[in-house]
């Protein structure tokens, strides 16, 4: 590999998609509906008080078959910033790593990060590119959320499969599951939950998806396996530690049980 | 019929080398040391936009003196062929050693083949493991595609010579940062005059920041350090 030179032209500035491209390197394109990829499924995105809760559940399907039961869907995607994917987890898995790169390259292209609003419109070209793609099965639907170092907030971004971009308020859902996780989200929902609250209400949501919705996988306790919870602060991403997350799932088993009483 | 004056190619070499050295002397020098807790590259640099010192990749950081635009757009490239390379294979695969090797051809191609050699001189440093131990590279690369291996430390740019002869004095093996960043500001200053912390443009390469090793100190954090 040679040092990549251009002319003024040509050159693709901080983008690293452009740039890839210029080495041959294009986005998926699709002939024909491709059958029973892995599908990954439901994510969910809280707003409280110091920022954003980010989780998703680890199940990949393909039809009825549980491809993987391990998948990680939610990312980080930078220092303030993470992405949680549903939809063809090839794809969904490639845009993901694009876009972290894709930010990381800018940063140190130009000296200094996108603004979350960048970021997220960035997210949007990336979906918008995969529309052909989508068209023949291959639909990717992230949600991205990050905390916003200007205004000194966690914000919330939901997409359409076009790349349409909508801010949420308050929290959003992705994923075949997101009906259900959305109705746990709505009612448990206050403005300026605490960081215990609102990874408890994500991880109630995620529980509840993987109840009812065949494609969610819910905490696996034969292979110790659990959702992924992350929170993004103005200290930046970081997940929750694997111990946590099976102590907050575990208190939710033991809670459904205990509901059952004595008729067995 | 005018017949273009005959001039050898050494002497064609000497003055290419001449233009391009001048051009390095008239910038400010920097220095980058193996430390205690990694590398550190201290830059006397009056801008605190315009940066001497930049990261390329986890492990690697790019300096450069001479002519900001000369050497920013190594530093772009350098940026574009690491990504491109952790892209294409995986991230261990970008090393220091190949991408100096890169910006050798590059500027020895320039140096030959175009109407101006590049008036700059450039670093590629990374940090890595070897086994257990830290392993600490810098490939110091002339304007003539010229590389020099150092693992211990390297000066760039204006009065380079008379700031290593200072240095070699005060180095020591596996400084702690405070006395890492006094030694150097003592050898570019030769305790002469004094810098502020802003005039400074001091970063560190190490392994205990994480996947991305490289981290700026900002002037408040020199401040403290500073005597």
């Known amino acids: ?264 | 019929m005018n017949m273009p004056f005959y001039v050898s190619p050494e002497q064609m070499m000497e003055d290419r080398a001449d233009y391009a050295r001048k051009g390095i002397a008239r910038g400010r020098a920097l220095i980058a040391v193996s430390f205690k807790r990694g590398i550190l590259i201290v830059a006397e640099n009056p801008s605190n936009t315009l940066h001497k010192v930049s990261e390329i990749y986890d492990r690697i950081a790019f300096a450069g003196v001479g002519k900001y635009n000369e050497f920013d757009q190594l530093r772009i490239a350098g940026v574009r062929h690491a990504d491109l390379k952790g892209y294409s294979f995986s991230r261990d695969d970008v090393d220091a050693r190949s991408l100096a090797n890169q910006y050798a051809q590059m500027l020895g191609h320039i140096f030959t083949h175009e109407m101006k050699p590049m008036e700059v001189e450039i670093l590629v440093a990374e940090v890595d493991f070897e086994g257990e131990n830290l392993r600490n590279q810098m490939f110091h690369i002339l304007y003539d595609g010229t590389v020099k291996d150092e693992s211990s430390f390297a000066v760039l740019g204006g009065e380079s010579d008379a700031i290593f002869e200072r240095f070699q004095t005060l180095h020591k093996s596996n400084m702690p940062l405070k006395k890492a960043i006094n030694a150097c500001i003592d050898a570019l200053t030769a305790g002469e005059r004094d810098i502020e912390p802003d005039d400074l443009e001091v970063a560190e390469l190490s392994i205990q920041n994480g996947r991305r090793a490289f981290r700026r100190i900002a002037a408040s954090e020199i401040q403290e350090l500073i005597n």
């Open chain 1, 1 to 264: 590999m040679t040092l990549p030179s251009f002319s003024t032209e040509d050159d693709p500035g901080p983008n690293f998609v452009a740039l890839i491209k210029e080495y041959g390197v294009e986005p998926l394109k699709v002939q024909h509906p491709v059958d029973n990829l892995a599908h990954g499924t439901t994510c969910v995105a809280i707003r409280y008080k110091d920022g954003v809760v980010l989780a998703g559940d680890r199940r990949a399907t393909s039809g009825h078959h549980i491809s993987h039961r391990t998948l990680e869907k939610v990312f980080q995607s930078d220092t303030f910033s993470g992405v949680a994917i549903s939809g063809a987890a090839g794809p969904a898995i490639e845009m993901v790593k694009l876009f972290q790169l894709q930010l990381e390259h800018y940063e140190k292209v130009e000296g200094k990060s996108l603004s979350l609003e960048g970021k997220a419109n960035q997210l949007s070209t990336m979906i918008r590119q995969n529309l052909p793609a989508a068209m023949q099965g291959m639909v990717v639907i992230p949600l991205f959320a990050g905390f916003d170092t200007r205004e000194k907030i966690g914000r919330i971004f939901q997409y359409d499969v076009t790349g349409g971009r909508y801010e949420e308020k308050s929290f959003a859902t992705t994923g075949s599951g997101s009906l259900h996780a959305t109705t746990v989200i709505k009612l448990g929902f206050k403005t300026e939950l605490s960081s215990s609250d609102a990874t408890e209400l994500a991880a109630n949501a995620i529980f509840e998806a993987s109840e009812e919705d065949a494609a969610t996988g819910g905490p696996d306790l034969i292979r110790d396996v659990f959702p992924t919870i992350s929170l993004i602060t103005k200290d930046g991403y970081s997940p929750v530690p694997h111990s946590d997350v099976s102590l907050i799932f575990n208190r939710i088993i033991e809670n459904r049980i205990s509901r059952n009483g004595d008729h067995k």
